[in-house]
């Protein structure tokens, strides 16, 4: 349940409809199932089976599987690298949910009605302004820090395991209200029919990138969930459903987006602030009283995923420095997040005031979002399905898989072909052809 806490977050709601709709619709949504399954779910057995092999965090869990080849680390140092990059975009996005939930709850958003201009116009001046976006993600840090520091994570694990399907539940409501909006076919049409001459290289890398950051994995956070797994947990069985059910929440935001997106007459390739810009059309169209109801439910627990997910990247953070030996658990989490929350502040700057200063041709908050689902976790993920496909001894791998010997591993030979030919061969691939477009 931790583990789908993790998974279940921004990346199904804000990152998935913006990213699919960015690429094209239908054609990406195949492409993205693919990766989901054939290479997400793979990666989650892996990072598994390392973690619960190694009973260690991210970096320490290579070198106690492969104590003589001790360069397999820096594939576990490129796992806290990406996890530092993506905190800090994940909070300046949990920032604006929580901006959204005081909105919602304030009337504020209410009082806009329908005008899918003014909604658009305020949710620009407010994520490119200064100080808000700021204040909001440093609020949700402190949240975050709090909960992991209090040791209330299982608290929060428990109360999320009573929300979430909360949270489907309102997802299929809003899926309801969106079918039934004039002009929704259009959105459904976008989302489900493949058109194959909207998806580019990049697109197909896109797909990669967004199936890896949707299951959590390619930056070692499941390999510290891994660690804390149970002997007697069937690894295989785990990875099917949260990836199952990470991927129907995503599918499930889709059909509650784009619908609205269409019949509001909006772009689907609006970018990072889609979801922000349909969302309270869809509410706002439920009726005053029903909308102010429905989107503050909703962005609390929208905030509450993403807090659920938050402490897992800071959880892989502060669990490598203390599993390095050299802090205690309060210290490593204050000083990651003071460090994180300064990146974060940058982050969310480079989106509006700063965002004339460029790094390869893109705002820091663009690029940030590049280095987080295009560049990195592909490339910590091609080191994962290496190490474990050709350099931990197959028998350590099956034994771990088969709960030694206890459970059926069937699917154990599949799984051993793809980590070893077809994952690395389709990650190269895919880097290569994306670098030569
Ligand atoms: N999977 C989370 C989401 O979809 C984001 C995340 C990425 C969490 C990496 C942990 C590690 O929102």
């Known amino acids: 349940m931790a583990a789908v806490g993790s998974a279940v977050g921004l990346g199904n709601i804000w990152r998935f409809p913006y990213i699919c709709g960015k690429y094209g619709g239908g054609a990406f949504l195949l492409v993205f199932l693919l990766f989901v399954f054939f290479i997400g779910m793979m990666l989650m057995m892996c990072e598994f089976v390392i973690g619960r092999r190694s009973r260690h ?8 599987l492969a104590p003589h080849k001790r360069g397999w680390r820096m594939v576990g140092v490129l796992g806290i690298v990406t996890c530092f990059f993506i905190l800090a975009q994940y909070w300046v996005i949990s920032g604006w949910t929580l901006s959204y939930f005081f909105d919602a709850i304030t009337g504020r958003l209410a009082q806009m009605g329908q005008d899918t201009e003014a909604i658009k116009d305020y949710f620009s001046t407010f994520s490119t302004s200064a100080a808000r976006p700021v204040v909001c993600l440093a609020i949700f840090a402190v949240l975050t820090a709090v909960v992991i520091l209090a040791g209330v994570q299982r608290g929060i694990e428990k109360v999320s395991k009573l929300l979430m399907p909360l949270l489907v539940v309102l997802l299929l409501v809003m899926c309801v209200r969106s079918l039934t909006l004039p002009g929704a076919t259009k959105g459904l049409e976008y989302l489900f029919y493949p058109d194959f001459s909207k998806l580019t290289a990049e697109g197909v890398l896109a797909a990669l990138g967004q199936a890896l950051f949707s299951l959590s994995v390619g930056m070692g956070a499941m ?37 609205a997106v269409f019949s509001c007459g909006l772009e689907p390739t609006g970018g990072a ?8 059309n ?47 658990r309060s210290s490593a989490t204050v000083l990651v997040v ?27 908050f663009n690029f940030t979002d590049r280095l ?26 099956y034994d771990e898989l088969s709960n030694h010997g206890t459970v059926k591993a069937t699917f154990y030979p599949l799984f051993r072909f793809i980590i070893r030919y077809v994952a690395p061969l389709a990650l190269i691939i895919i880097f290569v052809s994306t670098f030569f477009s």
């Open 338 to 364: 003071c460090a994180e929350v300064m990146l974060a502040a940058v982050v969310s700057l480079g989106g509006g005031m700063w965002s004339h200063i460029h790094i390869a041709g893109q705002n820091f």
């Open 273 to 280: 602030g889609l979801s922000f810009c349909v969302l309270p």
């Open 282 to 328: 869809v509410f706002n169209s439920m009726g005053t009283l029903a909308g102010i109801f429905f989107a503050s439910i909703f962005f609390l627990l929208l905030a509450i995923a993403a807090l659920t997910s938050a402490i897992s990247i800071l959880e892989t953070l502060s669990a490598f420095l203390i599993d390095s030996g050299r802090l205690k």
């Open 223 to 259: 390999i510290v969930y891994g660690s804390y797994i149970p002997a007697d947990s069937n690894l295989f069985r785990s990875s099917m459903w949260i990836t199952a059910s990470d991927t129907f929440i995503a599918i499930l935001s889709g059909v509650a987006i784009f619908p």
């Open 57 to 64: 965090a991210t970096v320490q869990a290579y070198s106690t």
């Open 372 to 397: 987080n689902s295009i560049y990195l976790p592909p490339l910590c993920a091609l080191g994962t399905v290496l190490f474990l496909g050709w350099v931990v001894p197959s028998n350590d791998v």
